[in-house]
């Protein structure tokens, strides 16, 4: 009898769940190979500005092909990633390499990253962003860092202070999957905020939902007031899209417009070149 054994601790032996631990270390040892490998790249997905439908920017989002596993959906492994170091490594990669991309566009359209907890708890952050911003070259007002109400609640003070440095540097901030959390407006006082994504999950019941659609005509009119804009995701029909169009919303992300996909798929609008009046402008 071992001491656990003793303690009790396997006397509920459950296999199901000690499989799942054993998954999750190998994930976590698999993780560390596919940063060093060649494991990892990342799709983008379009934005548009709702009163024009041109494309105005992208969300970069990642993928992992496994060797043996192949493709494993960032929903099963960035939780696991979450609790260990390496999300500090996979979020540096990510921004890494879409900076890297979003810097050779000839058109400057924007591109957001997902920031896991992590980062956000991470002091070390704000430096590691600014070398990437140097070693890429991109302009930091055409980056979003895209932030989830999870990934606040870990450490407020810190969380805050990162967020702080890092808009000082000219980058913007977005609340990703607003309303899903049980705090988004304590948060959206507490957080310098410069953009919200309201949550899919709202948008795909617009249609068909009174109390959907009364939500996100509350969200739009609380963007409006705070002068935050707002982006919804998920936008799967025309009529949602027609829906947000009439109440105003400003980007629209989803698989109506684009699905996430390879940057090569997007090469006729990131090399295009920009439009005159943003030419003026620059
Ligand atoms: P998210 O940041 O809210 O990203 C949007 C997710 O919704 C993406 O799933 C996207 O493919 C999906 N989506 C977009 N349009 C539609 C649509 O019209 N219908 C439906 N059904 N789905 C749509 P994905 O790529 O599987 O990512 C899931 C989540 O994983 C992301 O949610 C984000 O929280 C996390 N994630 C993805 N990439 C990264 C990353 O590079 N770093 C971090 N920290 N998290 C990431
Ligand atoms: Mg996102
Ligand atoms: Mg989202
Ligand atoms: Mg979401």
Redesign the pocket.
């Known amino acids: 009898q071992t001491k656990a054994e003793k303690r009790g601790g396997y006397r509920h032996f459950d296999p199901v769940m000690a499989a799942r631990i054993r998954d999750r270390r190998a994930i976590e040892q698999d993780l560390r190979s596919a940063i060093d490998g060649d494991e990892l790249h990342l799709v983008y ?1 379009p934005q548009t500005d709702i009163s024009t439908n041109e494309i105005v920017g992208f ?4 993928r992992w092909t496994h060797p043996a596993r192949g493709n494993i ?3 099963d492994f ?1 939780p696991i990633a979450e609790e260990s170091r390496i999300m500090l490594r ?2 540096e990669w ?1 921004l890494a390499a879409a900076c890297r991309e979003a810097a050779k566009w000839r058109n400057p359209l924007s591109i957001s ?4 907890a992590a980062s956000l708890r991470n002091r070390h952050f704000p430096a590691i962003l600014r070398n990437i911003l140097t070693a890429s070259g991109l302009d930091p007002a055409r980056l979003e860092l ?1 932030v ?1 109400e999870t990934t606040l609640i870990v450490d407020f003070e810190r969380a805050l202070e990162t967020m702080l440095s890092v808009k000082a540097m000219g980058v913007r901030i977005a609340m ?2 607003f309303g899903t959390g049980y705090s988004s407006l304590t948060y959206l006082r507490a957080f310098p905020f410069d953009r919200l994504k309201i949550d ?1 999950t709202f948008i795909g019941s617009v249609t068909n939902c009174d109390q959907s659609a009364t939500i996100v005509r509350a969200v739009l009119g609380l963007g409006r007031s705070l002068g935050l804009p707002v982006v919804a ?4 029909t025309q009529e949602e899209l027609r829906f947000l169009a009439g109440e105003h919303c400003d980007k629209a ?4 417009i684009g699905r ?1 996909a390879l940057i090569d798929a997007f090469v006729n609008i990131v090399d295009r070149a920009p439009k005159e009046a943003d030419k003026a402008a620059a």
């Open positions: 997905q969300e970069a989002l990642l959906p960032p929903t960035i996979l979020d990510v990253v997902n920031i896991s895209e989830t990703d999957d899919r995701e998920g936008v799967e992300q989803g698989y109506l996430p």
